[in-house]
């Protein structure tokens, strides 16, 4: 095995996604490679519906593909594994947990002693700044602070990649962009690959060292940009005439791919 | 009075304004106890007082006062058949509670259980089950085993729907996150889909309160030698009016008993698991 392999954390070769079958069949992904070296933060950027959900879904083990694989560490994902830590669109808390014990909840899941796991549980979430909050249950949380207590649950058992599935969607403007720096904080402290799901041109440029573009269905990659600002980023390289110029950028390539109605992304 | 907060006048009149908020919101909370006092003591004076007035035969109509005196010195009597409606009641409760839950969980993790069993379950909901109970007598007897089964044969099917609901009805997105982190199908039950059907569940076990009484009173009518059922109808051969007006009170009593003790037990357990 090479070394360029050995570094290569997620591998996905060819595949294709076709939902339902006979006349009324959806080919939703249509022969999707690409590859995701260890450490790195990857957006997969594209519109609604354009299947970068199912995508995540596969490398979390959720879905699979109809033709194609994918790999972790170059073994076959085939059901969920614990090398992925997930985090959905929507928080996804058990209501009836505080926000330490909702992190907890892998662990408890998967059999590990609680008690070496819980210093890290309060590691994270004073890192995302819930020291205040652990013992809060989510009805006494907000959407920001909810997600941030996903992040940290997603990250508990220590999982070689993090994905994300649009997990600030949900929020406005101003608590994403502080949701964005502080995932950023997270990652550089925590440093796992990461592949983060998003239809936000600034925010996947503003996150990854590598944004992914995909087109509308059925979907394939119409674009893979290597990210090369300088870490750590604040949040005012968002307004410097390069990241504009990079989002422009990836903007055009959107247009190109789809003429122009790339409206819903922004 | 809606406005105390708006600090006008000297603080004297302040702290007194104050005062009568605090007065007024007791009032508030008194309420909701208060008020349905009000309403029995009215009904029960329009009764009394009717009943006098049209001087209405006791077999007919009997006055609260002679229903309370009948209560009074029939007091042992009416204890002993409440003892035996009572711990039926009870025992057949827990078995539908049980068998329901069963149920409840067998169709919804079995689709092959659900498939099979469904459209008759739907026919024995839609069938009056009183109908049915002369023949668990036939099966089963006069004795304790027909009333027990027929109560819970009455009760169980309550639950068992809402079991099945409360399971069926999680969030897609919980039972994802779930698998996610490879929880098995056993801890996705204990952890995510029981917790959520709890409430549900719950209100399942309210009605099957209610269906477990009547089907012990059915089973006291046509099998029984004791039992509140039984005193009922005895009573009522013997036009003691009176003797049955006091039976259905205490009958009343126990049944709030019950669905307080289980109100009482769903409040506890959803201080745990509730969403707050």
Same mark, same amino acid.
């Given at each position: 095995?090479?070394?360029?392999?050995?570094?290569?954390?997620?591998?996905?070769?060819?595949?294709?996604?076709?939902?339902?079958?006979? &006349?009324? !069949?959806? #080919?939703? +992904?249509?022969? *999707?490679?690409? =590859?995701?070296?260890?450490?790195?933060?990857? @957006?997969? /950027?594209?519109?609604?519906?354009?299947?970068?959900?199912?995508?995540?879904?596969?490398?979390?083990?959720?879905?699979?593909?109809?033709?194609?694989?994918?790999?972790?560490?170059?073994?076959?994902?085939?059901?969920?594994?614990?090398?992925?830590?997930?985090?959905?669109?929507?928080?996804?808390?058990?209501?009836?947990?505080?926000?330490?014990?909702?992190?907890?909840?892998?662990?408890?899941?998967?059999?590990?002693?609680?008690?070496?796991?819980? &210093?890290? !549980?309060? #590691?994270? +979430?004073?890192? *995302?700044?819930? =020291?205040?909050?652990?013992?809060?249950?989510? @009805?006494? /949380?907000?959407?920001?602070?909810?997600?941030?207590?996903?992040?940290?649950?997603?990250?508990?058992?220590?999982?070689?990649?993090?994905?994300?599935?649009?997990?600030?969607?949900?929020?406005?403007?101003?608590?994403?962009?502080?949701?964005?720096?502080?995932?950023?904080?997270?990652?550089?402290?925590?440093?796992?690959?990461?592949?983060?799901?998003?239809?936000?041109?600034?925010?996947?440029?503003?996150?990854?060292?590598?944004?992914?573009?995909?087109?509308?269905?059925?979907?394939?990659?119409?674009?893979?940009?290597?990210?090369?600002?300088?870490?750590?980023?604040?949040?005012?390289?968002?307004?410097?005439?390069?990241?504009?110029?990079?989002?422009?950028?990836?903007?055009?390539?959107?247009?190109?791919?789809?003429?122009?109605?790339?409206?819903?992304?922004? | 009075?809606?406005?105390?907060?708006?600090?006008?006048?000297?603080?004297?009149?302040?702290?007194?304004?104050?005062?009568?908020?605090?007065?007024?919101?007791?009032?508030?909370?008194?309420?909701?106890?208060?008020?349905?006092?009000?309403?029995?003591?009215?009904?029960?004076?329009?009764?009394?007082?009717?009943?006098?007035?049209?001087?209405?035969?006791?077999?007919?109509?009997?006055?609260?006062?002679?229903?309370?005196?009948?209560?009074?010195?029939?007091?042992?009597?009416?204890?002993?058949?409440?003892?035996?409606?009572?711990?039926?009641?009870?025992?057949?409760?827990?078995?539908?509670?049980?068998?329901?839950?069963?149920?409840?969980?067998?169709?919804?993790?079995?689709?092959?259980?659900?498939?099979?069993?469904?459209?008759?379950?739907?026919?024995?909901?839609?069938?009056?089950?009183?109908?049915?109970?002369?023949?668990?007598?036939?099966?089963?007897?006069?004795?304790?085993?027909?009333?027990?089964?027929?109560?819970?044969?009455?009760?169980?099917?309550?639950?068992?729907?809402?079991?099945?609901?409360?399971?069926?009805?999680?969030?897609?997105?919980?039972?994802?996150?779930?698998?996610?982190?490879?929880?098995?199908?056993?801890?996705?039950?204990?952890?995510?889909?029981?917790?959520?059907?709890?409430?549900?569940?719950?209100?399942?076990?309210?009605?099957?309160?209610?269906?477990?009484?009547?089907?012990?009173?059915?089973?006291?009518?046509?099998?029984?030698?004791?039992?509140?059922?039984?005193?009922?109808?005895?009573?009522?051969?013997?036009?003691?009016?009176?003797?049955?007006?006091?039976?259905?009170?205490?009958?009343?009593?126990?049944?709030?008993?019950?669905?307080?003790?289980?109100?009482?037990?769903?409040?506890?357990?959803?201080?745990?698991?509730?969403?707050?």
């Amino acid at each position: 095995m090479s070394v360029q392999q050995s570094s290569e954390m997620v591998r996905v070769d060819g595949v294709r996604k076709v939902f339902g079958d006979g &006349p009324k !069949a959806l #080919e939703a +992904l249509r022969s *999707v490679s690409f =590859a995701v070296e260890t450490g790195q933060f990857v @957006s997969i /950027l594209g519109p609604s519906g354009c299947g970068k959900s199912t995508l995540l879904n596969m490398v979390a083990g959720l879905d699979h593909p109809s033709t194609g694989t994918v790999r972790i560490q170059n073994e076959l994902v085939v059901v969920p594994r614990r090398e992925i830590g997930i985090v959905f669109q929507d928080a996804v808390l058990l209501p009836w947990k505080t926000a330490l014990e909702n992190v907890l909840f892998p662990i408890r899941i998967m059999k590990l002693p609680l008690a070496d796991y819980e &210093p890290r !549980a309060r #590691e994270l +979430l004073d890192a *995302v700044g819930l =020291a205040a909050f652990m013992d809060h249950r989510p @009805s006494q /949380l907000s959407g920001g602070m909810r997600q941030r207590v996903a992040i940290c649950r997603g990250l508990i058992h220590d999982p070689e990649v993090l994905l994300m599935d649009e997990p600030f969607s949900a929020l406005d403007t101003i608590t994403r962009d502080q949701m964005n720096v502080m995932l950023m904080q997270i990652w550089e402290r925590f440093k796992r690959t990461a592949l983060f799901v998003t239809h936000s041109i600034r925010e996947a440029a503003y996150l990854s060292d590598r944004v992914i573009v995909m087109g509308r269905r059925p979907s394939q990659i119409i674009c893979d940009e290597v990210i090369r600002f300088p870490r750590p980023r604040p949040l005012s390289i968002m307004d410097s005439a390069e990241f504009n110029a990079l989002c422009a950028k990836l903007r055009a390539k959107i247009d190109e791919a789809h003429g122009f109605d790339s409206g819903e992304l922004h | 009075m809606k406005a105390g907060s708006d600090a006008i006048g000297p603080p004297a009149v302040r702290g007194l304004r104050y005062d009568l908020q605090i007065v007024m919101a007791l009032i508030r909370h008194a309420r909701v106890v208060i008020l349905p006092i009000i309403t029995t003591v009215v009904i029960l004076a329009i009764w009394e007082a009717g009943v006098r007035l049209f001087q209405v035969s006791p077999v007919v109509l009997p006055a609260p006062s002679a229903i309370a005196a009948n209560l009074v010195s029939n007091f042992g009597l009416l204890m002993y058949h409440a003892g035996q409606t009572t711990s039926e009641a009870a025992i057949g409760l827990c078995l539908a509670i049980g068998i329901g839950f069963c149920g409840g969980f067998a169709l919804a993790y079995s689709p092959m259980f659900r498939e099979s069993t469904y459209p008759h379950m739907v026919f024995f909901q839609l069938t009056p089950k009183v109908a049915l109970a002369p023949l668990f007598i036939m099966w089963l007897g006069v004795g304790a085993e027909s009333r027990l089964a027929f109560t819970i044969f009455i009760a169980f099917f309550p639950i068992l729907v809402s079991t099945a609901a409360g399971l069926t009805n999680v969030d897609e997105s919980y039972i994802r996150f779930s698998k996610a982190i490879t929880a098995s199908t056993w801890q996705t039950f204990l952890h995510i889909r029981l917790p959520f059907a709890l409430p549900t569940i719950f209100a399942g076990f309210k009605i099957g309160v209610t269906m477990s009484f009547i089907g012990i009173i059915v089973g006291e009518f046509i099998t029984s030698q004791a039992g509140l059922g039984y005193l009922i109808l005895f009573a009522s051969t013997r036009a003691a009016t009176a003797t049955i007006f006091a039976a259905i009170l205490v009958l009343g009593v126990i049944g709030m008993l019950f669905y307080a003790m289980v109100a009482v037990i769903e409040k506890l357990v959803l201080l745990r698991y509730g969403s707050r």
